[in-house]
């Protein structure tokens, strides 16, 4: 099992707002052996310096899993991203971010958690590529609403709170339905049929072809089967394939990604 992370600005930003981080957790209560997690995290483009809420959410939940082990828990991730922005003096508005992880579970299986928009991918064993992709209608719920209650009313008030999550396997639909809350979204992914989990911002969502000057929005599962498509998962894999499709395959056919685009992930069996 290994783990890697990359992240890379939008054509449309000063400032990338967007970071994931990848690695081995090595302590926690009751684990047993090191385990691997991958975290990515996207800062509000309204927001200032939401760039460092998003490093410090980041932080938080890696820290979360060296403490704890096997699980993340909003209200103590939030609490110390926003211990982290007070000692600096920076305003809590910075934590106006998503994030979104993965980590190895007790069992060996792979615990997905994602609180804000952004999309989960998993190539199968079979080889087919099954996507979870969570829409918040374009209002995230973002964990800074925890910290202050008229913060998040306003937020319910003016009607958002309802998140959208479609299913895809083998680029097929098979299923869409909407959470509402603040609760995270989970799921666990048996690692038998799973050869790699990855999580990403919405960046992914955000490709666009200009090869006829018409600005045409790209599928994300078209951009996923690129990224995915790993030619080793040894060393950090998933920066050489992101550079890879970035600076190559998207430069040639014209391809551009105006949001920040972030992207970690856990590959589940021995480096090739």
């Known amino acids: 099992m290994h783990s890697n992370a990359f ?43 939401s760039d460092l809420g998003a490093r410090f959410l980041t932080c938080a939940a890696m820290h979360a899993l060296e403490v704890y082990g096997d699980a993340l828990d ?13 000692q600096l003096g920076i305003d809590r508005g910075c ?10 579970g007790e069992a060996g299986n792979v615990h997905v958690w994602a609180a804000g928009d952004g999309v989960v991918a998993a190539k199968r064993r079979d080889g087919r590529i099954e996507t979870w992709s969570i829409d918040d209608g374009g209002a995230p719920a973002y964990l800074s609403y925890l910290l202050k209650e008229s913060r998040m009313q306003q937020y319910l008030r003016e009607g958002y709170g309802a998140r959208m999550i ?6 097929r639909e098979t299923r869409m339905y909407a959470a509402s809350g603040f609760t995270p979204w989970t799921t666990t992914l048996d690692s038998a049929d799973y050869e790699f989990v990855l999580v990403f911002s ?19 599962n078209a951009i996923l089967e690129h990224l995915m498509a790993l030619k080793s998962t040894r060393g950090e894999f998933l920066v050489r394939r992101c550079r890879r499709f970035l ?17 970690a992930g856990i590959y589940l069996g021995e480096p090739l």
Do not use: M, P
């Not at 909003?74 to 007070?86: H, K, P």
């Not at 479609?166 to 680029?171: A, K, N």
């Not at 190559?248 to 685009?261: E, P, T």
């Open 7 to 49: 992240y890379a600005i939008g054509s449309s930003h000063t400032v990338c707002q967007d970071y994931a981080r990848a690695g081995i957790t090595r302590s926690g209560r009751g684990l047993a052996k090191e385990r691997c997690f991958a975290v990515v995290s996207d800062g509000c483009s309204s927001s200032a310096h």
């Open 74 to 86: 909003a209200n103590w991730v939030i609490g110390r991203a926003a211990s982290a922005a007070d």
């Open 95 to 104: 934590l106006d971010a998503t994030l979104l992880a993965a980590w190895q």
């Open 166 to 171: 479609t299913h895809t396997l083998g680029g």
């Open 202 to 220: 919405d960046g992914v969502e955000s490709f666009q072809s200009d090869s006829e000057s018409t600005g045409v929005q790209l599928s994300s």
């Open 247 to 263: 600076q190559k395959h998207c430069a040639q056919h014209l391809w551009k990604h105006l949001d920040d685009l972030g992207v």
